[in-house]
């Protein structure tokens, strides 16, 4: 990459900040009841938002293992990552949103079944989006978080990628790209299904793995990397594959511009690594901010609203839940075994 003097100076904060947006200004409509806005008529803004996080998520977590190939920090690691910020919001919505607008009495909320489920939330397994009374008017009624459901998909890519390290072959590139490739060959040819998520959002993560594992041999030249695999991203896009060009192109594109040190941009970190925040909290602000001024908000002052409530509940999530939880990882020894080149928080 060309930020390697100072690891921390790069795209990633920015691009994982607009991912976030992207997905909360396709909930936006979704949430307004309108048709969310297609990329290229192929997916949502939102859907190619997640595809940016998994396609990062892919590269920085298999640094992460490579750095220090250790199961029980890794897990650590991953833990400290997510679960903080998922319990933070998933508690907020139960025990302080949620009885505020909810049109059952306190009581009643309180006793319901929905509310013990949705607390489910906080196994990282399952995801419940209910509580009981809340937002009947809106579009989705009684829907909290919806935006939760990628967690348990992000998790079992964490495991996934452990199991390959745990083998061996992220330390033989060669095997692991060979492995994804048949991966992708088995969900695109073999089994192709649309609604399998699961799959086709781990053939990103682990086309993220895979730039990082031959990172020495296209971070020299990206142009032939990023020229080779757009001339067959359009070839799939116009034979009718569009999925499988995505996959082709997404995870490079993103790879590259997350590398690289642009003026202003590298510095969209500076305030904290405010992106998990925005995705883990735009939902429900979204869903509030509708609740309380329903149809009477026209929709760009609603979505600015929605931006900059989220952004603030963001901040105060990086500073006062994600950021201490994090610095716990300094207890957990280290063992350094290779130079990383792109540090961040995902380590």
Partial sequence: MNNTGNARLNNFDFLRIGAALLVLISHQYALNGLPEPAFLNSMSFGTLGVLIFFSISGFLVSQSWRQDPHIVRFLAKRFLRIWPGLAAVTLIAAFVLGPLVSTLPWKAYFIHPELPDFLRNLKLVTIRYFLPGVFEQNVYPRAVNGSLWTIPLEVRCYFGLLVVGVLGL??????????????????????????????????????????????????????????????????????????????????????????????????????????????????????????????????????????????????????????????????????????????????
């Fill in 170 to 347: 992220l330390r033989l590139p060669v095997l692991a790209l060979a492995g994804t490739i048949a991966f992708a060959g088995y969900y695109f040819i073999v089994a192709p299904d649309p609604n399998n998520y699961q799959y086709y959002f781990g053939l990103f993560f682990f086309a993220g793995v895979c730039l990082d594992l031959f990172r020495d041999r296209w971070t020299t030249r990206p142009g032939y990397l990023l020229g080779g695999l757009g001339l067959l991203a359009a070839g799939c896009y116009f034979a009718g594959m569009g999925r499988a060009g995505f996959l082709l192109l997404i995870p490079a594109v993103t790879i590259y511009i997350g590398g690289l040190s642009t003026l202003v941009i590298r510095r969209a970190g500076r305030f904290g690594d405010i992106s998990y925040g925005i995705y883990i909290y735009a939902f429900p602000v979204q869903q509030t901010v509708l609740w309380g001024w329903g149809k009477n908000l026209p929709f760009l002052p609603g979505l600015l609203l929605t931006i900059v409530i989220t952004a603030l509940c963001a901040f105060v999530s990086w500073h006062l839940v994600e950021r201490p939880a994090l610095s716990l990882k300094n207890r957990l020894g280290h063992r350094k075994t290779g130079t990383i080149q792109v540090a961040t928080s995902q380590g």
